[in-house]
């Protein structure tokens, strides 16, 4: 019986696996965003956000921490002197999945997967993508205002 075995094992051995994700760790914190399949985003996510919480306390010993997972000298100083900085004032979900479709080859789900703070698309203090609440109630007053608008630069 398998309960409570929740663990993509991502049809790897152990040390394969454990490798391929602090690989992809590092990819990810080097490059701010990487293409991979899904599961794969998945297991990285897990593996990842944690370091990165672990990264908000710049100590000795979480350094070294972060440092047995990820063996990478240059993505622990990236990951405590830049990511965590952006992401101080942020409780979790320091990661996004956007699903890209399949792979030609083998039919795949293939995504991106990427640090949150890091994409000017979707970040919205810098004029980026806005979430709004559409409703009905008062969409004709909404409505009436002038949205026209003229480049200086013409």
Do not use: W
């Not at 440092?67 to 000298?73: E, P, T």
């Not at 002197?81 to 004032?89: G, L």
């Amino acid at each position: 019986m398998r309960h409570n075995k929740k663990f993509n094992h991502l049809g790897r051995t152990a040390s394969h696996r454990s490798a391929m994700l602090s690989n992809m760790a590092t990819s990810l914190i080097m490059h701010k965003r990487i293409t991979t399949t899904v599961a794969k985003a998945k297991a990285l996510k897990q593996y990842v956000e944690p370091l990165i919480t672990k990264s908000k306390n710049d100590t000795t010993n979480s350094r070294r921490v972060v440092f047995s997972h990820l063996q990478s000298k240059e993505a622990i100083t990236e990951l405590f002197q830049e990511v965590s900085v952006k992401v101080a004032d942020r409780p979790g979900g320091y990661t996004r999945v956007i699903k890209l479709g399949n792979r030609l080859g083998d039919n795949a789900e293939m995504c991106f997967i990427e640090l949150v703070d890091y994409n000017e698309h979707f970040d919205v203090a810098k004029g980026g993508k806005k979430r709004t609440r559409r409703s009905r109630r008062g969409a004709s007053a909404e409505g009436t205002e002038d949205t026209t608008t003229v480049d200086s630069a013409e």
